[in-house]
């Protein structure tokens, strides 16, 4: 039996209707890796501007202001960002503005108080920490409902406008930031508040844009009304985020600070499947989320396709990199390359096994499942931090290298399970106020 509109499946008869229908999907994920695309050249030339207007101890500040504002974005993304995708993204375009003041509204309430720490931080801290940090709390604010308004944006399926709100974003922080170069004002605290101020100056326009002004005062509903999904995706968050770190430092004190430096350059060297990555995620999410008619085979279709198609352009991108002769790799990487290539192999072994788990964790995610990617992040984070510094003890930096690939392996087939019983459950529906289980719910 056909499941009707399944991603634009049909009948002979409806061969036109389908070919529009995936064109304008490709579209539409196109927009999204232009986005995605955008958003990361727009990090890497700040923070070559910051690295070449200031010393290495400016830098090493800014580096410490854009690590707490990463930390403010993960969170937000947990408590506004994928709970827009997996719950409103079938939502009526007349009800957009309400959902987008109650969404800003609540980052408004998160970014107050956050911003407020990181001012008074700057202040009792002061030497090169004093104005980056002060900077980064002042407009918290506005950098995180940035962010929130390109979710917004996804939900829609209007990437476009998010591409266009990043745009105008770099070209007026970039503007900003020339006028302070020019002038001799450039310091890692003018930088990064020409970042903030800028990303403003964007919320204003996309709010223009989603008719909404941010409501503070529907931050409690929207904690209340979403607290089946925020009581799993914020400490997830939190654990991956604080294993993920924890796990590199325990590498660093077992083995040293180059050992950590060459994972990360790995990582760095792999980084173009990451932008792929967040761009499929953001384009895919939405697109299953609003499909709540789709039957479990399609559901489970869909994850594996989507790992089998994500994992596939991982291991060819990792062959590639692989083949480079070493004077070809030092000409490109510099210093990096020797570093990054004796870890190359298993760290790309590791983005392989990521994103076939990706496609799995996309429809676990858009069908509301939480608890389950909440149990199977619980996991992930205890492998990391045991097989790591496992591997490290046993053979240095590669066996850390190769203790994170395994880690990986191990729960793959979790996340399989996980595809398998959400496929089969269907969407969560949100629970009654009362109810026991926040995880659980009525499957629709």
Not at 138 to 154: A, E, H, N, W
Not at 380 to 397: E, F, N, R, S
Request: aromatic letters at 8%; hydrophobic letters at 55%; a positive charge.
């Amino acid at each position: 039996m056909s499941d009707g509109n399944d991603f634009g499946a049909g009948t002979g008869l409806m061969v036109a209707p389908r070919r529009s229908a995936l064109a304008k999907l490709a579209g539409r994920a196109g927009w999204n890796l232009i986005d995605q695309i955008l958003s990361t050249l727009t990090n890497a030339v700040l923070s070559i501007l910051v690295a070449r207007q200031v010393d290495q101890f400016g830098t090493g500040a800014f580096s410490v202001a854009f690590l707490l504002f990463s930390l403010g974005i993960a969170v937000e993304r947990a408590l506004t960002g994928q709970v827009l995708t997996i719950r409103h993204s079938a939502a009526a375009a007349d009800e957009w503005p309400a959902i987008a003041s109650r969404a800003l509204g609540t980052v408004a309430v998160l970014a107050v108080p956050a911003g407020a720490a990181m001012v008074v931080a700057g202040m009792l801290l002061g030497g090169v920490l004093r104005w980056p940090l002060i900077a980064v709390g002042v407009t918290l604010g506005p950098l995180l409902m940035q962010d929130t308004v390109r979710s917004i944006f996804f939900a829609q399926s209007r990437a476009q406008l998010a591409a266009m709100n990043d745009a105008v974003w770099a070209v007026v922080q970039f503007a900003v930031m020339g006028v302070l170069i020019v002038g001799g004002w450039a310091t890692a605290g003018s930088l990064v508040l020409a970042w903030g101020v800028s990303a403003g100056v964007c919320v204003v326009v996309a709010a223009a844009q989603l008719r909404a002004v941010p409501n503070p005062r529907a931050a409690r509903g929207w904690v209340r009304e979403h607290g089946d999904l925020l009581g799993y995706l914020l400490p997830g968050t939190l654990i991956a985020s604080g294993g993920d770190k924890s796990a590199y430092l325990m590498v660093g004190a077992i083995v040293n600070a180059a050992a950590v430096g060459s994972v990360n350059y790995a990582r760095q060297l792999l980084s173009p499947l990451l932008i792929i990555t967040q761009a499929a995620g953001s384009f895919a999410m939405p697109e299953i989320a609003r499909r709540a008619h789709l039957s479990p085979r399609t559901r489970w279709l869909a994850g594996v396709g989507m790992g089998a198609v994500m994992g596939l352009a991982a291991l060819v991108y990792l062959v590639i990199i692989l083949a480079l002769p070493d004077a070809i790799g030092t000409i490109l990487f510099h210093d990096t390359w020797a570093g990054a290539r004796s870890v190359l192999l298993p760290m790309g072994l590791f983005s392989v096994s990521a994103n076939i788990s990706f496609g799995p964790f996309m429809v676990i995610a858009a069908t509301g499942h939480a608890k389950r990617t909440f149990r199977i992040t619980v996991l992930q984070t205890t492998l990391m931090v045991t097989l790591m510094p496992l591997g490290a003890i046993l053979d240095g930096t590669a066996g850390a290298a190769w203790g994170l690939f395994i880690g990986k392996v191990i729960e793959l087939p979790f996340w399989f399970a996980a595809l398998r019983t959400a496929a089969r459950l269907g969407p969560v529906v949100r629970p009654t106020e009362g109810d026991a289980d926040l995880g659980s719910g009525a499957v629709a």
